[in-house]
């Protein structure tokens, strides 16, 4: 890490994620180190992470890109969820123009096993299409932000479950349950049975926060269908997890002091 003489390296994180959390409270307790992490504001009441916080866009990457040398940022990690491919592509344009670092930290994806009926999908809108031949009672899990794309499916009956209430457009036959993870295999169970789910959909979120799902879907042979993620913008290095991104960190940071 830098020299204590030195003025602290201020790392700015896009989070919003339990990695970034846990990112932001290893490097918020270095004292060489001034740790900024960036929430979307699509949350009500979001888990603040460690360190400042600023909430709310930039305006784009060019906004972004000024937000960068305004703040004298030093590295930019990109923690954000894996489906938040916008964000992320602003941050790479923001990263290349401002000639700062650029980290992506994406938890690994889920892998399918024995007994797993999984049904992959490239966007909300596959998965909608793919519903009426596999169920009439569906869990949609993936977040309040993409209901419209299954409002048109008016015989089926959706449970969504979304931190913050939805609003619309959104399917005409819907009930809401409002709940954070983690989640556990018992309650998943229940919640199935309790509702008489035929078909899971989730996006491929990686983590175990909301896999038990997974696990009781397997279980009661109900069949999933899984968004993949979309690509990562070109050139970006990534890792794994908070660690990686600690090491990646104190890497960079020990190069630029050697020069």
Excluded at 48 to 58: K, Q, T
Excluded at 84 to 113: E, K, Q, Y
Excluded at 140 to 160: E, I, K, P, S, Y
Excluded at 226 to 234: E, G
């Amino acid at each position: 890490m830098p020299d204590a003489a030195r003025p602290p390296r201020h790392v700015l994180i896009l989070g919003g994620t339990t990695e970034a959390r846990r990112l932001a409270a290893t490097l918020a307790a270095e004292p060489s180190l001034r740790v900024t992490t960036s929430l979307a504001g699509r949350v009500a009441a979001p888990r603040l992470p460690a360190g400042e916080v600023r909430i709310g866009g930039f305006g784009g990457p060019e906004g972004q890109a000024r937000w960068l040398r305004e703040h004298a940022v030093d590295a930019l990690i990109d923690a954000t969820h894996p489906f938040a491919d916008t964000i992320s592509h602003h941050a790479a344009l923001a990263a290349a123009t401002a000639h700062v670092p650029l980290l992506a930290l994406r938890r690994p994806g889920w892998v399918p096993g024995p007994g797993d009926d999984w049904h992959q999908v490239t966007s909300l809108d596959e998965a909608a299409a793919a519903l009426p031949a596999l169920g009439t009672r569906i869990f949609l899990t993936t977040g309040r932000m993409g209901l419209a794309h299954f409002a048109h499916l008016t015989d089926l009956w959706f449970l969504v479950r979304s931190v913050d209430a939805p609003e619309p457009p959104h399917p005409p036959r819907m009930t809401t349950l409002l709940a954070r993870g983690p989640f556990t295999p018992d309650g998943e169970r229940q919640l199935l049975r309790d509702h008489r789910i035929d078909v899971v959909v989730t996006k491929d979120s990686g983590a175990t926060a909301t896999a038990a799902k997974l696990t009781a879907a397997r279980e009661a042979g109900v069949p999933v269908v899984v968004v993949r993620r979309p690509p990562l913008p070109d050139g970006v290095p990534v890792a794994a997890g908070p660690d990686e991104a600690v090491q990646w960190i104190r890497s960079l940071f020990s190069e630029a002091n050697a020069r």
